[in-house]
């Protein structure tokens, strides 16, 4: 059974950085498409970034949210079993509960999230 495991988030000033994690465990994260996404208060969940598998078409690539391209990288750490979300340029809007998912075989797996606040 895949489980998935958010953390690094964090209140963070306007301009700075954090890096999330999502851990995988059960299963290798490698195997998944994994995708992160966010929700704001009062605001339906967004589709943030999501990396592929090398065995995708796309070989691995990362995409992004228009709103986030530049400043998040998604990455992985085959070792660690984990994906990086690394956020940077942070602002305001970017303030959600943030929570990473794969899917396989009709089943949805997700994280229960981990909270950036940025706030000056």
């Known amino acids: 059974q895949l489980r998935l495991v958010e953390s690094g988030g964090a209140l963070v000033q306007p301009g700075g950085s954090l890096r999330l994690s999502c851990a995988g465990s059960?299963?290798?994260?490698?195997?998944?498409?994994i995708g992160w996404f966010r929700q704001a208060p009062g605001k339906e969940r967004e589709g943030v970034s999501c990396?592929?598998?090398?065995?995708?078409?796309?070989?691995?690539?990362?995409h992004y949210v228009d709103s986030v391209k530049g400043r998040f990288t998604l990455s992985r750490d085959n070792a660690k079993n984990t994906v990086y979300l690394q956020m940077n340029s942070l602002k305001s809007e970017d303030t959600a509960v943030y929570l990473c998912?794969?899917?396989?075989?009709?089943?949805?797996?997700w994280g229960r999230g981990t909270q950036v606040t940025v706030s000056s």
């Open positions: 998912h794969t899917v396989r075989s009709g089943v949805n797996y």
């Open positions: 990396i592929t598998t090398s065995f995708d078409d796309d070989d691995g690539s990362a």
């Open positions: 059960g299963k290798t994260l490698d195997d998944y498409t």
